[in-house]
Structures are given as C-alpha cells and as structure tokens.
C-alpha cells in the first residue's frame, strides 16, 4: 500500500564552480595541462596571456561610458567577485560541517515579477541571463576524473614491441601454414610476463572454434618449442622452472650449469624455500658446487616479458607539482610553471557584450547570440577563479609541511620525519582533512636530494622510551639498515629485530615489525638467507 509522507530535510548542494574546484584540486600537474588545453578548446572566451591587459582596458572603457547601464556585464562580472573563498573545504566530505567557511554563491537568478515589470521584452535584461541551470549545464561536462576514478600519471605502453618482434622472429621461421598459424595463437597466449600460462588443449579449442583448423596437442607442442627459442631466452615458458631451464639452455654447458639444471628439474621446491642443506644432500653437491650453481639461478630473468624490444611493462613520467631549493639554509618553495598557467578572459568576447550593452535595437537573434557569449564569459571567469584558488590551496598546504618538517628538507635524513598526520596540516592551515588529502593525493615535490610523493611525509607515531613520538619512516629506515647488515648465512628474526628496535627505546611490537618489514618488501628470515 503506498502511502504520502511529507518530509523535511537538510541537505548541502554543492555548486558548479565548487565542484569544478573540487576536481582541479585533485588531479596532478600534468593532468593539469591536458585539463586546461581541453577547457580552452571548449570554451574559445578562454586563452591563454596575462589577465592584467584587458581588465586595464575595461577602466579606460568605463571612464569614457559615464552612462552605462545599471546591469553593467563588466560589473557583474568582476572576477574579484567570483573568486572562490581562500579557505575553501570539501563540502562533499562528511567531515565538512556548519563551522566550514562560506563559499560564494551564483549571482542570484531574477524572479518572474522581474522579468514581467520589464518596459520592453524585446531588450536584453543581462540579469535573465544569471541563470544557475544553464552555467551548470554547461559546467558539468567533462570536468576531468570524478573522486572514484584512478588518476595515475600518463603512461607510455609499448607492449606492442616484444609482440612485433615475435611475431618477425615466427615469420623467418621456416614454417608451414598450419604451423605459423599455430605460432601466431600462441604469441596471441604470451602474458605481460612472457609466459604461456593458458592449457595446451584449451589453445586447440581456441584454433578449432576460431579458425576450424583440428589440431593435435603433440603438434602445439612442437610449435611452442620453436617460438621458446626465440628472443629473449625464456619465453613463452609454462612455468618458472621451465622459464629458467630455457635460459640455462642458451648457456655454455659447464659444470655449474649442469648443477643448476639438476638443481631446478630435480630440487625446485627445495630451492624455492632455500633449503640448501637439502638440496646439497640430495644432489650429492658440494658446497662450492652448491653456491656457484644458485648464483647462476638468481642470474636469470624469471620474467623475460619486460626484457625483449621495449619490453611488454609500462614506463611511468613523474611530473612534480613543487620544487623546493635550499638557499644557504633559507627554503624556497615555488609551483611547478605548469600548475601557475596564465589565462585570462578574451578580449575579444568582452567587448562583443560590451557592444551589445550599447546597442540601439536589440532583437531576438541578437539575443540569443549574447546568451552565448554570456555562458562563455561565465565559464572562463569561473576556470581562472579555480586556477587561481587551486594555486593558493597548493602552496599553503606545501608550506605547512615544510614548516613541520624543516630538518628533513634541510638535510635530507630520512630519521630526521616527524610524525605527521592530515589532522596536524589541517589545523595548521584551517582547512578540512578532506582538502589536505586531496592535495596530498597524486602530488609530489623536487628537492635537492630527489622527487618525493606528498604522502611520503605523512607516517604514524611509535612511542619512544624518552616520552616523545618517532616517525614510522625512521623506525623503517632503522629496519632497513639493520636487515641490510645482518649475516646472511644467519638472518634476523623478527623476535630479534624486535628486541633490537626496543633496546634502542622504541616500543614496537613483533607484528608491527612484521608489517614494516612487508611495507619495505623485505621476505622472512628464511628467504634471506643466503650461501
């Protein structure tokens, strides 16, 4: 049975310039100048150059027009104005609140009693045109990645270059119709890796569906001998042993590759989990023997896929957002040129409103014309506030984390990060934790001793026995060094390195070091271990 309820509800909508900062703030630097480029061709009352020249020709047009009218459009639309609040918060977070600063909103839209008293309805009240719906509808469109989306950096793929280069090596191969077609299903069936992971006899289902060729697996197999011996060495493997036996195969065949062979057909489950003891007794291996035969395995490429021709991964540009210069103990911190663009409002549509407003007739075509250019005007005024907010936002946030951590960008000593959180920036700043972590997000800074990502500096606090909070970077870093100089025939525990983090005053537990030492990429004791 349905039934009418009568409900009342306080909800916060957010509008199109808001959001549209929202978005700018977010994305990177070099997402930046693909967003700016797509917004200029979009919008042509948008260009590039400095704003200063046309705001100086619209005073001088002022003074000479002392009868302007009242709805004056370089009035209405001062970008003073527009400009967002410095102290701008997500209002989308939960976090957001009552307490958050005002933002400015639209020009207020005129009510129908207006737009009836008009004299004359064939003119152009400007103010009917300060409509919300239709600056939104135009602002709503493609404003970059929403806060869902992945916005990694623009990568390079050039995973066509292994498959190119195959597919040549298969052609001077010397083979039969039926047989380059069978190589081509199975350089088809290469993965990223260079492995073949997919079933033989599922490959002849795939030939017979898709090429109706009926193919045996022992002829399959016979191909995939030939394309294993194409370059690089390793590929098109099934699995890892039989990825590095192909690799020992192309080398010359001394005693140590032969125990390297006999080591990975005979003793792989043994290797694998670095039983060497084992792996000797069952061999009948001598030590040196032993030791020799395992450096030649870890010499091998267990993924041949990223070796071959620009190889089959992804390269990856890091562009940074600030750059911080040390001048004589005096830190700099400036935006990357690319987040500080110059773009100003067309002059050229400036003064087509400018026209208009002075107009005798203004009729219906005309009108329609200035709807246009009015959107246009709004929409690059609206950009260049968010520009210019999002730069502001940018560098006060940079500055509060240089300011909290001073002695590492001064000399550079990772155990020298202070426990940092969004929380601490955030008050710093008055801002909501929302905006710190969408600056923090995707953004990173070149100083004097390398490019590092802004979540970097923000790390947890380990109590100490001296009453003060470390950073969980330092104690990495103490990890790092303590694992990096242990005995490899005898590797640490993590019981040990516990026991040594806390003779040392911090008070760490056992799982914590386990987690640290998972976040560093480090194995257990036992697959360090080493001859």
């Not at 959001?19 to 042509?44: D, G, S, V, W």
């Not at 032993?290 to 010499?299: E, F, M, P, T, Y």
Request: net charge negative; aromatic share 6%.
């Amino acid at each position: 049975m349905q039934r009418l309820d009568l409900r009342q509800l306080l909800s916060q909508k957010l509008s199109p310039q808001q959001i549209q900062f929202i978005k700018l703030l977010q994305i990177p630097t070099a997402e930046l100048e693909t967003r700016i480029k797509e917004e200029m061709e979009t919008n042509p009352a948008l260009e590039e150059g400095d704003n200063d020249e046309p705001e100086e020709q619209e005073e001088r047009d002022d003074d000479d027009n002392d009868e302007a009218d009242e709805d004056d459009p370089e009035a209405e639309y001062d970008s003073d104005n527009a400009t967002l609040d410095e102290d701008f918060d997500d209002p989308a977070d939960p976090a957001d609140r009552d307490d958050q600063p005002d933002l400015p909103e639209p020009p207020p839209e005129p009510t129908k009693d207006d737009a009836a008293d008009s004299p004359d309805n064939t003119d152009l009240d400007l103010s009917d045109y300060l409509n919300d719906d239709e600056i939104a509808g135009y602002k709503m469109q493609g404003d970059g990645p929403g806060d869902e989306e992945e916005r990694d950096l623009p990568l390079a793929d050039t995973s066509a270059g292994l498959m190119d280069a195959l597919l040549d090596q298969l052609h001077f191969a010397g083979l039969d119709e039926q047989q380059e077609a069978i190589g081509l299903q199975l350089i088809g069936s290469i993965d990223g890796d260079g492995y073949i992971r997919r079933d033989l006899a599922a490959i002849a289902n795939d030939l017979a569906f898709s090429q109706n060729m009926e193919v045996a697996t022992i002829e399959i197999e016979a191909v995939l001998r030939v394309v294993q011996g194409f370059d690089p060495p390793g590929i098109a493997a099934r699995t890892l042993p039989e990825c590095l036996l192909l690799q020992l195969e192309r080398r010359p065949q001394d005693a140590t590759t032969t125990n390297a062979e006999r080591i990975l057909e005979e003793a792989f489950e043994e290797f694998s989990k670095k039983h060497y003891v084992r792996i000797q007794q069952k061999l009948d291996l001598e030590e040196d023997e032993l030791k020799d035969a395992i450096g030649l395995i870890l010499k091998l490429n267990p993924k041949p896929g990223g070796s071959g021709p620009s190889g089959m991964g992804k390269i990856q540009y890091l562009l940074p957002d600030f750059i911080l210069t040390n001048d004589n103990g005096s830190l700099n911190l400036t935006l990357n040129a690319r987040n500080a663009p110059e773009l100003r409002v067309s002059p050229a549509y400036t003064e087509m409103f400018r026209t208009y407003d002075k107009a005798a007739k203004k009729d219906v075509k005309l009108k329609e014309a200035v709807t246009f250019v009015k959107q246009k005007l709004d929409s690059a005024k609206w950009f260049i506030d968010a520009i210019r907010q999002r730069q502001n936002t940018l560098l006060r946030t940079m500055n509060a984390i240089v300011d909290l951590q001073r002695d590492f960008f001064v000399e550079g000593d990772e155990s020298k990060l202070r426990p940092m959180i969004l929380k601490d920036i955030a008050q710093r700043i008055s801002m909501d934790i929302s905006t710190v972590s969408r600056v923090a997000n995707s953004k990173s800074i070149q100083t004097e001793f390398g490019i590092y990502p802004l979540k970097y500096f923000f790390s947890e606090g380990i109590a100490t026995d001296s009453g003060e909070d470390a950073s969980s970077r330092e104690v990495k870093s103490i990890l790092r060094d303590l694992i990096g100089n242990e005995s490899k025939e005898r590797p640490l525990s993590d019981d040990k390195l516990e026991k040594m983090l806390n003779a040392r005053g911090y008070n760490i537990a056992r799982r914590t070091v386990a987690k640290y030492r998972e976040q560093l990429n480090l194995p257990v004791a036992r697959l360090r271990k080493e001859l």
